[in-house]
């Protein structure tokens, strides 16, 4: 298997402006996480998936930010409008359902606002 | 709900010295802990996990930890490192009930140096 796909690698953009990022789960994982990483406040779970619903998203930072998960293979972290602040490495992973453990985290998406 | 506390950001050793990284959790129900390795520009990946059973458990690379109930902790050791170790330690805690997710500390860097 290929892992946990994010794309893009980098992305730069100019505050205001609205920013995807996308993520491809393992295939058959049930579970999909969304987690921020700056050197201020570390690793920051901001929303996850169970079987493609939403279970908690209280760690999502503003209105501004948006998640989706329309099917079981796909997922889109969404800010709008970006601002400088919202900089940081932006991680997805996923996780098999039942009694399964470990999480398995994608290369991670660094975002720069400029 | 949990919460992580790695003691130390920053921990120097030289190459083939003994090393220990410290992490306390906290938690009103019973948890699965975990510790994971990032290296510069990657993503997370496991080291090893405590779900329940033994308190030392071994994990890849020659990491191993233990699980100490009454002092709410779970240190990662290793007994000699190696340059190759260095990279930033994430320890993660979450509870053990179906479809919940990682709260992780800030993590710990490790510098090995010859």
């Known amino acids: 298997d290929a892992g946990v796909i994010q794309s893009p690698r980098h992305e730069v953009t100019e505050m205001g402006q609205e920013v995807t990022l996308r993520c491809k789960p393992i295939?058959?994982?049930?579970?999909l996480f969304w987690y921020r990483q700056t050197m201020m406040r570390g690793l920051e779970l901001l929303i996850y998936?169970?079987?493609?619903?939403?279970?908690?998203d209280s760690g999502m930072p503003e209105d501004r930010f948006s998640a989706k998960m329309p099917n079981a293979s796909f997922s889109t972290l969404k800010i709008q409008p970006s601002e400088p602040r919202d900089s940081a490495v932006y991680f997805c992973?996923?996780?098999?359902?039942?009694?399964?453990?470990?999480?398995?985290f994608g290369q991670g998406t660094r975002l720069t606002v400029v | 709900a949990q919460s992580v506390t790695q003691l130390d950001s920053q921990v120097p050793v030289f190459e083939e010295a003994p090393v220990e990284l410290r992490c306390n959790y906290s938690?009103?129900?019973?948890?699965?802990l975990f510790w994971y390795v990032q290296y510069p520009n990657q993503g997370l990946q496991l080291l090893l996990k405590?779900?329940?059973?033994?308190?030392l458990v071994k994990g890849i690379n020659g990491f191993e930890a233990e699980f100490n109930k009454s002092q709410t902790s779970f240190h990662l050791r290793k007994p000699s490192v190696h340059i190759s170790d260095t990279a930033e330690y994430f320890c993660a805690v979450r509870n053990n009930q179906a479809g919940t997710a990682l709260i992780f500390g800030k993590g710990t860097t490790l510098s090995v140096s010859s």
């Open positions: 992973a996923s996780r098999p359902g039942g009694t399964s453990t470990e999480a398995f």
């Open positions: 938690s009103s129900v019973s948890v699965y």
């Open positions: 998936f169970n079987n493609n619903v939403p279970i908690d």
């Open positions: 295939s058959g994982h049930n579970s």
């Open positions: 405590y779900l329940s059973g033994s308190t």
